[in-house]
């Protein structure tokens, strides 16, 4: 029996992965945001990365393999990943570079509900 919020999970190799349970407590806390614009929102949530075509906004200085936040830009969190890129060299990316690489979206709700809890 369990109460509470789950965060996450052991793996079998005992590393602790967040699951999405955590975006509530992980988005009032960041440092590190990402805004997409509203035609890649809907790729994020398939669980597709960010590229730099379908980035609105980044906080500044955010270092390479930092943990950030994705938002949509009406500033709903949509799920987190790592940054592939700093913030400055995502000024000279191309467009089809990877800014964000997914980890979790709020559409795992849906698709994988059976391997969630």
Known sequence: MACGTCLGRFSKSGKFRLQITALEYLAQYAKHKVWVKQSSEMSFLYGNSVTK?????ITESIPQYAGVVVYNLQGIPLGFGIAA???EACKDLEP??????HQADIGEYLRVEDDMF
């Open 53 to 57: 075509s379908g980035m609105g906004r």
């Open 96 to 101: 089809g570079g990877n800014v964000v690489l």
């Open 85 to 87: 890129q700093t913030t």
